[in-house]
Each structure stands twice: as structure tokens, then as C-alpha cells.
């Protein structure tokens, strides 16, 4: 590597000329800032780094490749960005059916190229609109859809052949992925040529977003039967997008999130090996999902380690040959946790920085945060402003111009090891425990995302990490912010559709339906068809999800604390 080296510390001579000649005198006439240099999750980080720093025999054939190419560090496609730029995929649902599909409309319109569809609190928990529990929750934080007649709303006039959509939901994910086949067989549209993702990662819920309904074995059944069916019937859909963002969003660090996230997905890919299906049948249509923090360096390094790690687990630990199997692919969105309702432009700043680190960290699609999200739902005006920031680093920024730029960095390529390292020791310790599911069962991530979530808050609070506008920087009055807000309108409105979606549908056909359902579910058969034909007969979410559970059971959180 050039210099000669010191035996006792491994350093090269020059650098040790530098650190006691050009530094100490440097540093006698004027101190550093007196502040601890870590990254946001606490990671050290040295004032200089040279080859010395990435140890003896790092290789970068072995360590970087090609793109393309395992293992897979500077990116999946040999073109990367200049070949076609990452999908832009904001994030939309609120309110009603027809609202969502305005502002889906309205996005695609200013450029936006693929779908991502939130849904409200009740869907989620696989609770119908007129359930007492989501009262006052129905359509405030994402669409409500209790039937497929919503979900026929939801879309139309979008072409489900041309437009490529993810669904973000996860315990009732099947339910309504059923839903948008039906939504797809009403359009003429055949089942092989949809494209998308499904979120349907349901070990996340149990360690972050606690939204469930069964426990964690019969959940991962469901989810290997979506597998099955989509290899077969679906095969451009992606069954699961194994998502870190919401780990992340719980306080996690940037290594917890990589280590819990890959761990997750070697459960599922376990998980789909024991139901007897072939590693190279289903791995190539899962994908992963990050989140995208403040941290601009460490965030690149996190997926750039994501990549790497993934290409050597899936080879040698699962034997997979398909290349496409080796691939993360990954979805990114801003990080929600950073935004601030005070000042609140200051977003604007914050989302540019995390975007740009996700782009440079090789991202397949990006959702960019809205400024105004830590007070509501977004407006028109700031879902346009953060499209807007995706198309400037597309289009004006030069970022797209070569592969992977940061490559070669010192810094960066011994940030990427260290993380890469320390996820390594946190999959060794859960799989020493049995799996992620064991893992969950005795509360681990749980505990050590807690932990790290009240380190960080112990930080913000002692002023040791600064977050502009809120511990530095804070103003007095602030001029207030124009937010979009949901009226109980749209409730009243969506009971009143739901009624009369059961006043007409054949409900003794519906009731057979759902006995076959759990009937299936009881033998061990693909519950995903018997699904499909209860959401033609426009069962609802609710009805569907609550039909399995005299099988499954539900759940209930053990505390960790």
C-alpha cells in the first residue's frame, strides 16, 4: 500500500510523521471542538483515514467487484443509474378511496413513476371502518379500504399493467393484496404482468411496529403461501419488502437496523425452504426496505454492507446459484423519526442530505419525506416540493453521472467494513438463540432497539447531539404551518359505502367462502386462493382476517422491559 509500516501498530511511517509532526502542532496552537465525533447512531469516528484503516489484506476485488457483478457492494446493475434512475415512489393514502386516487393521479401527473400506498390505522390492524375500535382513526393516517369496492376506487383509472405499486400494510397484507388481483382481473389485467411490492413483513411488527394479529409462526405460514402462489401465478410481484425502516423509526442504530432487517429476511427465506419451496424459485422477488437518517456517510455505508452481506448469506449459507437470489434490492424512504414540527422548512434541508445519501448508497426507489409530516398528513404543496428534491438529484445535481462515486474512500470503505462487522455479530448472537423468531419470542431486538432509543434521547436531552431548531438553534413564535386535515366526514362517508357493500353482496355465498378459508387454513392448504374468492364476494378485510384466527389464535406482546 505504499508506505513502509510500523510493526507495533501496523501505520504507516508517513502518517506517523504526519500524526507527531504537521498534527501535534496543529493541534498545540488550537484545540479541536471540544464535541464527541461519532456518527447519529454513536459509531466513533478517527479524524483521518488512510489504507492503513482498512487493514491488512483488504482486497478490493474481493471486497468491491463490479457492479453487477458479486459481491454486488457497488451496486446490482452494471449500469446503475446511468442505465435508468431509481423509481420515484412518495408515499400516499389518506382519507377515502377517491381522495387517495386524486393525489395518486396528481403525483403521477408531476412525474412521480410507481405507487406507494399508505393505509389508515384500523386496515392495518385488520379492522373494518365500522369495528368500535377504529372509531375517530378512519382515514386519518393512510386510506381506508374495507372492501374490494375500495379498493376499485382506489385505482381506477390507473392501468395496474403500466404503473408498478407497493402496498405498505402487513398483518392483513395478503387480504388486500387479494384485493388488488381482483382490482387487476376487473381491469382485464393479467396476473403475470403485475408489478410491485408487498410489504408483508410481519417479524417487523413484532420488534418495531407492533401492528399484528396472529402470532409469529402462523403468520410466517401465510406469508410462505403468498410465496408459493406469486412464483406461480404472480411472478413480477415482489412477496415481501423486509423492512428496517420502521426499526429504524423505533430508535434503533444504523447497525441494529442492518443486522435485525437481514435477520429477518433469513427467516423468511428459511422459512419458505422448510414449506418446500426452492431458494432460487422465491428469493429473487424479496427486496428490502430502508431508512434513510442524517447520518450522510453512515447511511451509505449501511447499504452499501446491506449488499455485501446479503450476496455472501444467500451463496454460502443458502446455496443459491440465481444471481438475481444474491441481488438486495432495496426501496428507501427519509427518515420520519428526524423530521421536526418546529421549524419545520428546516425538513426541506434534512430530506436533500438523506435522500442524496440514499442515492449514493445505491437505492432501487426513494420516497422523500414531506416537510410538513411531523405536524400531518402532507398537502399538495409539500408532497410536490419533496417529488421536486428527488427530480433535482436526478436531473441537476451530476450524481448520476458514474457508479457508485464514493468507492475507494477510505473513510467510506472502512465505515462500510465496520458496520458490515458488527450486523455480522448481531445475526451470529440470533442465530445462536435459535432464529429471528426465537430472538422475538425473548424480546432481544426489542430490548436493544429500546436501549439504544433511550441512549440517543439521553444524548439530545444533555445536548451531546444537536438537532437544529429543537435543542439549538429554537426560536420563539414560529409562523404556523398550513396542514392538511381530515374531517369526520370522511368517516361517516366510508361507513355509509361499507353498509352498503353488505347490503348487497351474496352473504350466504361470503359465509361459505370464509368457512372454506379457514377449513384450509386447518389442513395446511395455500389459504391464498380461498382468500381471493372471499374478497370477490366482497368480504372485508375484517371478516377475512378474523375468519383464521379460531386456526391461528392471536397475539400478545410480552414486555421487555
Request: charged residues 25%; proline residues 4%.
Amino acid at each position: 500500500m505504499g508506505d513502509a509500516r510500523r510493526p507495533e501498530d501496523g501505520r504507516s511511517t508517513a502518517r506517523s510523521e504526519w500524526e507527531t509532526g504537521t498534527l501535534e502542532g496543529a493541534l498545540g496552537k488550537s484545540a479541536e471542538r471540544p464535541v464527541a465525533f461519532t456518527t447519529v447512531s454513536d459509531l466513533p469516528i478517527e479524524r483521518l483515514y488512510t489504507s492503513d484503516d482498512l487493514g491488512p489484506g483488504w482486497n478490493e476485488r474481493e471486497k468491491l467487484g463490479y457492479p453487477g457483478e458479486f459481491p454486488y457492494t457497488r451496486g446490482i446493475h452494471p449500469t446503475m443509474y446511468r442505465g435508468r434512475l431509481w423509481t420515484m415512489r412518495q408515499f400516499a393514502g389518506f382519507g377515502s378511496a377517491e381522495d387517495t386516487n386524486a393525489r395518486f393521479h396528481y403525483l403521477l401527473e408531476h412525474g412521480q413513476t410507481g405507487l406507494s400506498t399508505a393505509f389508515d390505522l384500523p386496515t392495518l390492524m385488520g379492522r373494518d371502518s365500522d369495528d368500535s375500535l377504529a372509531r375517530g382513526e378512519v382515514g386519518r393516517e393512510g386510506v381506508a379500504i374495507d372492501t374490494l369496492a375500495d379498493m376499485e376506487i382506489l385505482f381506477r383509472g390507473i392501468p395496474l399493467d403500466r404503473v408498478s405499486t407497493s402496498m405498505t400494510i402487513n398483518a392483513p397484507a395478503a387480504v388486500i393484496f387479494c384485493m388488488y388481483l381482483a382490482v387487476a382481473e376487473k381491469q382485464g389485467v393479467p396476473f403475470a404482468q403485475l408489478e410491485g411490492t408487498l410489504q408483508n413483513d410481519i417479524l417487523k411488527e413484532y420488534i418495531a411496529q407492533k401492528e399484528w394479529i396472529y402470532p409469529p409462526r402462523p403468520s410466517m405460514r401465510i406469508i410462505t403461501d403468498l410465496m408459493a402462489f406469486c412464483a406461480c401465478s404472480v411472478p413480477k410481484w415482489n412477496t415481501i419488502s423486509i423492512s428496517g425502516y420502521h426499526i429504524r423509526e423505533a430508535g434503533s442504530t444504523a447497525v441494529q437496523e442492518l443486522a435485525f432487517t437481514l435477520a429477518d429476511g433469513i427467516a423468511y427465506v428459511e422459512a419458505g425452504i422448510k414449506a418446500g419451496l426452492k431458494v432460487d424459485d422465491f428469493a429473487p422477488r424479496l427486496s428490502y426496505f430502508f431508512n434513510s437518517h442524517n447520518d450522510f456517510f453512515e447511511e451509505i455505508a449501511k447499504m452499501r454492507a446491506a449488499r455485501r452481506i446479503w450476496a455472501h448469506v444467500m451463496r454460502e449459507r443458502f446455496g443459491a446459484v440465481n444471481p438475481r437470489s444474491l441481488m438486495l434490492r432495496f426501496h428507501t424512504q427519509t427518515a420520519g423519526c428526524s423530521l421536526t414540527a418546529q421549524q419545520p422548512l428546516n425538513n426541506v434541508a434534512r430530506v436533500t442530505v438523506q435522500a442524496l445519501a440514499a442515492v449514493l448508497g445505491g437505492t432501487q426507489s426513494l420516497h422523500t419525506d414531506s416537510f410538513d409530516e411531523a405536524l400531518a398528513l402532507p398537502t399538495e404543496t409539500a408532497v410536490t416540493v419533496a417529488l421536486r428534491t428527488q427530480q433535482v438529484l436526478a436531473e441537476e445535481s451530476g450524481v448520476t453521472n458514474t457508479i457508485d462515486p464514493l468507492a475507494g474512500s477510505y473513510f467510506v470503505e472502512a465505515l462500510t467494513d465496520k458496520i458490515e462487522r458488527e450486523a455480522l455479530t448481531y445475526i451470529a448472537r440470533i442465530d445462536d438463540m435459535g432464529g429471528m423468531i426465537e430472538a422475538i419470542e425473548r424480546g432481544f431486538p426489542q430490548k436493544e432497539i429500546a436501549d439504544a432509543s433511550y441512549h440517543y434521547q439521553r444524548q439530545v436531552d444533555a445536548g451531546e447531539k444537536t438537532i437544529v431548531g429543537v435543542n439549538k438553534y429554537a426560536i420563539g413564535d414560529e409562523r404556523k404551518t398550513d396542514t392538511l386535515k381530515i374531517g369526520d366526514e370522511v368517516e361517516q362517508a366510508q361507513l355509509a359505502r361499507l353498509a352498503g357493500v353488505k347490503a348487497r353482496r351474496d352473504e350466504a355465498r361470503l359465509r361459505r367462502g370464509l368457512a372454506a378459508l379457514a377449513a384450509a387454513a386447518a389442513r395446511g392448504d395455500n389459504v391464498i386462493p380461498f382468500m381471493l374468492e372471499c374478497v370477490r364476494d366482497y368480504g372485508t378485510v375484517q371478516e377475512l382476517s378474523q375468519a383464521l384466527v379460531p386456526v391461528f389464535g392471536t397475539y400478545r406482546e410480552v414486555s421487555v422491559l
